[in-house]
């Protein structure tokens, strides 16, 4: 992965073009076929990171859950598809992911259920149940940090956040920082060189 590309995908108006591309991936039993994008996170593909939290995890069983990073959409959306009672909000900075999950979202029948926005669309006062994410770990760790700290607090009483890191990308790291921040971590899975943590609030 280079700068460039990283570039594109955490900027609000990525500068490439535009071109849609498909995308097919089996998810917690189910075969979804997606539609991602220039510009966007993982184009064409389920990346790995991605794949292993799929893989560690049971999906969640309803309520209201977050989706922190959304790029195309697919975590959100398989959310909202393995738990028929959840409503999933998608966040992403970059307004080409957020059209695109919602392109996705209403390809899926899951326009109800489903809604991605830039982050100052969301009502700050909004709480979840859970927060799925593969975090956006090359914004830097003062950018993360600010993010996390953003969004953790707003886990409900008993709320808990799903996250997959790679191991160098800090993933150990960032587990111990999440606990001196009040919110107790756990990793629940490892895989390809990458965990799968779960935080809760303290």
């Not at 830097?140 to 993010?147: F, P, Y």
């Amino acid at each position: 992965m280079t700068g460039t590309d990283d570039e594109h995908y955490f900027s609000a108006d990525p500068s490439v073009p535009f071109e849609r591309i498909p995308v097919s991936a089996t998810v917690w039993d189910m075969d979804l076929s997606l539609v991602s994008g220039s510009g966007v996170f993982a184009k064409g593909r389920l990346d790995v990171g991605t794949a292993v939290l799929f893989r560690e995890t049971d999906p969640p069983e309803g309520g209201r859950i977050l989706d922190m990073g959304c790029g195309y959409g697919i975590i959100g959306l398989a959310c909202a598809l393995a738990a028929p009672s959840a409503q999933v909000t998608g966040i992403d900075v970059n307004e080409r992911a957020v059209l695109l999950a919602n392109e996705n979202a209403a390809k899926l029948g899951l326009g109800d259920r489903y809604r991605a926005a830039v982050p100052a669309e969301i009502d700050p006062g909004t709480t979840y149940d859970e927060i799925w994410s593969n975090p956006p770990i090359r914004i830097g760790k003062q950018a993360l940090h600010e993010l996390l700290l953003t969004w953790l607090p707003r886990l409900a009483p008993d709320g808990r956040a799903v996250m997959v890191v790679g191991k160098n990308l800090g993933g150990d790291s960032l587990q111990r920082w999440l606990g001196e921040q009040g919110f107790p971590t756990e990793r629940i899975g490892s895989a390809k060189g990458f965990r799968v943590l779960e935080t809760r609030r303290a």
